[in-house]
T-cell receptor, first 112, second 111 residues
């Protein structure tokens, strides 16, 4: 999607290994979000950021950490991947909190 | 916990028919109600949105109906086309806070 890029698009990793997903935006939007998408659960918020070095937890933050050292980059880290973290991860950006989200194309993560 | 309940989980409609997806919310502090459309392998994209002071909003073949007293809102797709086949998410935003999404509805429009 224009203005927002997620990498990698696909990843297979082993249980217990650390994994970092990257979200990069060119829109200079203040707010950035990480969601996971699972069948029957829709999109659930993991962490969000409202500025450089300003982050907060969402509803499913256990096992995840984030960092935002630059406006354009928001990293999601799984400290020690577990099979329950197998999911599709989406990054979103917005200029206003909670409105006008633009989503990336997602990262499909499989933990084996 | 999910504050936005969406139904049905899946929906099959014939081409030219009307697709209706319903959502109910629990928090009266929600102030913005968007619908997102997601095609396979893509991220969700904003389709249409409504504020609670409006009972209906129409954009082309897509209409949101909003019932504030019942805390319900719905998406109507008129003259449904095979290209509308996608997953649809309703969402609601608490005042100046982060979006809450429904579980999604997979719509299939048969030719």
């Amino acid at each position: 999607d224009a203005g927002i890029t997620q990498s990698p698009r696909h990843k297979v990793t082993e249980t217990g290994t650390p994994v970092t997903l990257r979200c990069h935006q060119t829109e200079n939007h203040r707010y950035m979000y990480w969601y996971r998408q699972d069948p029957g659960h829709g999109l659930r918020l993991i962490h969000y950021s409202y500025g450089v070095k300003d982050t907060d937890k969402g509803e499913v933050s256990d096992g995840y950490s984030v960092s935002r050292s630059k406006t354009e980059d928001f990293l999601l880290t799984l400290e020690s991947a577990t099979s329950s973290q197998t999911s599709v991860y989406f990054c979103a950006i917005s200029a206003d909190r909670g409105r006008g989200y633009t989503f990336g194309s997602g990262t499909r993560l499989t933990v084996v | 916990q999910q504050q936005v309940k969406q139904s049905p989980q899946s929906l099959i409609v014939q081409k030219g028919g009307i697709s209706i997806i319903n959502c109910a919310y629990e928090n009266t502090a929600f102030d913005y109600f968007p619908w997102y459309q997601q095609f396979p392998g893509k991220g969700p994209a904003l389709l249409i949105a409504i504020r609670p002071d409006v009972s209906e909003k129409k954009e082309g073949r897509f209409t949101i109906s909003f019932n504030k007293s019942a805390k319900q809102f719905s998406l109507h797709i008129m003259d449904s086309q095979p290209g509308d086949s996608a997953t649809y998410f309703c969402a609601a935003r608490p005042n100046n806070n982060d979006m809450r999404f429904g579980a999604g509805t997979r719509l299939t429009v048969k030719p």
